[in-house]
């Protein structure tokens, strides 16, 4: 089956509104030319998110949020509705990154509320999932991630659930220097598409999407996104960068 590709640039709190608009158009001006075989995703602050569609608007790049709240308005200081994240012209929002379960201290309950809302939004959740350290060398990776999977997805529709992206990222792997093989990373989304089989079916596992995000640079793309099973990255600090993040989008 073939599914779509996407590669994108979670770039975190990093950069203002000028920066982000300047990268934003550095990374188009590299991307420019033949259409890529790919979704490209840039996901600035909520700060950047109006300069950066300005300064990517007429080209195939796409724009992401990185969170959300449940509630579609209300007396909810600090927080962002699925509505305004639309009206800014967003098409997908990240959920349950690895430093809103672990940093912030989300839990299951809130995130699965979170995607819920994405979905009703209009908007693709790229919902997160991946397990600690201390996980892997327990033996318990994959029971951490079905947790996760079970409390994020449990109850939607096939529907519903085939407009959720999937990102597979290993927290031991994120900014330690430290990095999980493709063996490693194929077989976590070997898993993953197994569960999604047990969730929804067969049909809609295989058409789900499922990224790997867990320190993807230029000098490991490749062989990454040359396992079977994974459909494209969600890239952290290499989107920064965006000579390297085109070459990751160019790995595929």
Request: proline share 5%; with cysteine.
């Given at each position: 089956m073939t599914?779509?590709?996407?590669?994108?640039?979670?770039?975190?709190?990093?950069?203002?509104?000028?920066?982000?608009?300047?990268?934003?158009?550095?990374?188009?001006d590299r991307l420019s030319g033949p259409a890529r075989p790919c979704e490209v995703v840039l996901i600035p602050p909520f700060?950047?998110?109006?300069?950066?569609?300005?300064?990517?608007?007429?080209?195939?790049?796409?724009?992401?949020?990185?969170?959300?709240w449940y509630e579609p308005s209300g007396a909810f200081t600090g927080e962002i509705s699925a509505s305004m994240l639309a009206a800014l012209g967003c098409r997908y929002v990240l959920i349950g990154h690895s430093e809103r379960r672990h940093v912030i201290g989300e839990d299951g309950t809130l995130l699965s509320r979170k995607l819920r809302a994405a979905l009703a939004g209009g908007l693709f959740?790229?919902?997160?999932?991946?397990?600690l350290l201390?996980?892997?060398?327990?033996?318990?990776?994959?029971?951490?991630?079905e947790r996760q999977l079970r409390e994020g997805l449990g109850g939607l529709e096939p529907g519903d659930a085939g407009r959720v992206v999937i990102a597979y990222e290993p927290v031991w792997a994120i900014g330690t220097g430290r990095n999980a093989t493709p063996e490693d990373a194929g077989a976590m989304h070997q898993a993953i598409r197994?569960?999604?089989?047990?969730?929804?079916?067969?049909?809609?596992?295989?058409?789900?999407?499922?990224l790997y995000g867990g320190s993807v640079k230029p000098d490991n793309a490749r062989d990454l996104l040359s396992r079977e099973g994974i459909d494209g990255a969600l890239v952290g600090g290499a989107s920064l960068d965006p000579g390297s993040f085109a070459a990751i989008v160019s790995a595929l």
């Open positions: 599914r779509p590709k996407i590669i994108a640039g979670n770039w975190k709190m990093n950069l203002d509104h000028i920066e982000g608009a300047a990268l934003a158009r550095a990374v188009r700060t950047s998110l109006e300069a950066v569609a300005g300064a990517i608007e007429g080209s195939p790049l796409r724009i992401g949020a990185q969170d959300l959740p790229i919902y997160c999932v991946g397990e201390e996980d892997r060398e327990a033996g318990n990776a994959d029971g951490v991630v197994r569960l999604l089989a047990d969730l929804f079916g067969e049909p809609a596992a295989g058409a789900a999407v499922i």
